[in-house]
């Protein structure tokens, strides 16, 4: 067998070999950090994506939309990722070739969160640690630690005079859209916008296959609430079990994990927030049922230096691989920051109406400016300072309070008496105010999921004292679904049959793969491998069979195999796809075989 390769190593192998995925461009040297999913990878990715949009989007009954993967400057400058989203990059003196120094540091030492560092105290880890280059093994020691800023930056149009950004994070397609958006959720919070993607992040090394790329898919969910209002339904996830690994925990010496349930974590404050509680609860639930092994889940909150600017709670779903704990999921509490961002930035409106349960009177203060003294005193400026008054006296009544007021317009100031001002303070009804959403976001990864799933799935025993490799897929995701075999191919009967059953799957939407090639030992383990979860053979006893015809169907993992009745064949494993019914249900109903 193959216990001296990593999983990843033999993952990388069978991705290439059975068209799951590989380094793009190879034809022309390759290109690091992209990949091609081949035709079992591009239908696994698909399946991924539809299980996840039926859970996050559909069930959740949630909006979906799919914006451009360029958008323009000024949308980056106010998200911040401009100036922010950064990466430490060391380049070797030697060779020149740039490495991500928190990887360095963390690939040889204890420290699992380098990226806290500040960039001088990587480069003082850097040197503490001796570190060479790993291209060619220079010295590290004294090289300098920057910031490399991920974004492709691209021109729109002809010129340089009109930058854009290839977007780092699908999210701010949703957030750029808020003010139309809100308009097809009638203004009503709590309501989510969701959004499956690209994403394109120029990373400094990118690695492990498709763990880390500079072009990969998100499935993200922007959940829209009124803070002091909104809560999720808990009760759907309140005892789902979980592992945590809280931030306070990973500071200390001996900490560890935390084994509890949502609804626990939520009322002793390990999870701080209901929504995030909410989100992760759904989440653990859907990689079980897409094929996350569950003893190699957990849930990690980010350490305070670790969290996006963006961000003020984040806990990552991480999957084990090869003993390496793998980001596949973040769920962050991103508060108000990105549309009162945008809404500082452009002239949009980011808020939405809160209605009061009952009217309600306040007092406000007003101001009503003499005007035929504004204007011959300030001149083209008077309606500027009115303007400045007004919002002062929202702002600060009391700065009204003595004989003369002072306003700043276009950094002058100017002085006004009071009297002028007419300020008074009036009682006044209303019915509610303006705010600005808070947002909760999980934010999948598409790619590292997939990952996971075959990594997790990856299995190799003995079937008839030959050495097998399966994928131990769920169908719910399984690229194919099932495997048409006719036992020999020079029998025109099982041909026809066979061909008749591709048909019919194929029309009751299974994703069909026709075999009559090699031995039919052979053609189950191609299938196997694959991850196929089930494989029809058409043999001569289900046509000579009393009454119905038949065939058999096996299962990839146990080798089982019961004789179905054609007629069934399309809504017994269609019901199984869907995660209605289970092989032992179908053994249950029909003649199991005694042998493989
Ligand atoms: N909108 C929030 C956001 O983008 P993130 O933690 O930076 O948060 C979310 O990314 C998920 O996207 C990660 O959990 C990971 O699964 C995936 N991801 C991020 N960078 C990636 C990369 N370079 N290659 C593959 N997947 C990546």
Redesign the pocket.
């Known amino acids: 067998m193959t216990a001296d390769r990593t999983e990843g190593e033999r993952l990388t192998e069978l991705a290439k070999r059975r068209g799951y995925y590989f380094g793009s461009s190879e034809a022309y040297g390759g290109t690091a950090?992209f990949y091609t999913y081949g035709p079992q990878g591009a239908a696994l990715k698909s399946n991924v994506e539809d299980a996840w949009r039926e859970r996050f989007t559909v069930q959740e009954g949630n909006l979906e939309i799919d914006a451009p993967t360029i958008m323009p400057e000024p949308v980056f400058e106010a998200s911040g990722h401009l100036d922010t989203f950064d990466d430490m990059l060391v380049e070797c003196p030697e060779c020149a070739e740039s490495h991500r120094a928190d990887h360095l540091i963390e690939d040889n030492s204890d420290l699992e969160d380098a990226e806290t560092l500040s960039l001088e105290e990587a480069a003082e880890e850097i040197a503490a640690l001796d570190l060479v280059c790993p291209n060619c093994g220079a010295e590290l020691a004294g090289q300098s630690v920057d910031n490399f800023n991920l974004m492709f930056e691209t021109n729109i149009g002809p010129g340089s005079s009109d930058p854009g950004y290839l977007r780092?994070?699908?999210?701010q397609g949703i957030f750029v859209e808020f003010p139309r958006i809100k308009e097809y959720a009638r203004n009503r919070l709590p309501f989510g916008v969701t959004q499956v993607g690209r994403?394109y992040?120029n990373?400094i090394s990118?690695r492990k296959s498709?763990?880390?790329?500079?072009e990969?898919?998100?499935a993200?969910l922007e959940q829209f609430i009124d803070p002091e209002r909104d809560e999720p339904d808990l009760s759907a996830v309140e005892d789902v079990e979980v592992l945590l690994y809280p931030a306070t925990e990973q500071q200390k010496d001996d900490g560890d994990y935390i084994e509890t349930t949502i609804g626990a974590a939520v009322e002793d404050g390990s999870i701080g927030n209901a929504w995030l509680g909410y989100f992760l609860g759904i989440a653990q639930e859907w990689y079980e049922r897409v094929g996350v092994d569950m003893d190699r889940f957990r849930f990690r909150q980010h350490l305070a230096g670790e969290r996006?600017h963006y961000s003020s709670d984040?806990w990552?779903?991480e999957s084990e691989v090869d003993g390496d704990w793998?980001?596949?999921?973040?769920f962050?509490y991103r508060s108000d920051y990105d549309l009162s961002k945008h809404a500082e930035y452009s002239e949009e409106d980011y808020t939405v109406f809160r209605q009061y349960d009952e009217p309600k009177t306040v007092e406000r203060a007003v101001v009503d400016p003499d005007m035929s003294v504004l204007g011959p005193k300030f001149g083209g400026a008077a309606g500027d300072v009115k303007d400045a008054l007004e919002r002062l006296a929202e702002r600060d009544p009391d700065a009204f309070d003595g004989d003369e007021v002072t306003v700043e317009v276009d950094g002058e100031t100017h002085t006004v008496e009071t009297d002028v001002t007419n300020f008074a303070v009036e009682e006044q009804t209303i019915n509610g105010e303006h705010i600005t959403p808070h947002v909760v976001?999980p934010?999948?990864?598409?790619?590292?999921?997939v990952y996971t799933l075959l990594a997790h799935a990856y299995e190799e025993d003995e079937v008839d004292d030959e050495e097998r490799t399966y994928l131990s897929l769920s169908p719910e995701v399984a690229p194919r679904d099932v495997g048409v075999f006719p036992l020999v191919s020079n029998v025109p009967e099982l041909v026809d049959l066979a061909d008749e059953i591709v048909d019919d799957l194929r029309a009751a939407g299974l994703s069909v793969v026709y075999d009559d090639s090699g031995s039919i030992g052979r053609r189950y383990r191609r299938q196997d491998e694959v991850g196929t979860p089930f494989c029809i053979t058409v043999d001569r006893d289900g046509l000579e069979s009393d009454g119905e015809t038949t065939v058999t169907v096996r299962e990839r993992d146990s080798g089982r195999q019961v004789r179905v009745p054609v007629s069934a064949l399309a809504d017994e494993l269609g019901a199984v796809r869907g995660g209605d019914r289970t092989f032992d249900d179908l053994a249950a109903e029909y003649d199991e075989l005694t042998d493989d």
């Open positions: 950090g780092p994070e699908t999210a994403a992040r990373e990118p498709i763990v880390r790329t500079r990969f898919t998100q993200e996006a984040c990552d779903a793998i980001e596949i999921a973040g962050s976001e934010s999948f990864g598409v790619d590292r999921t």
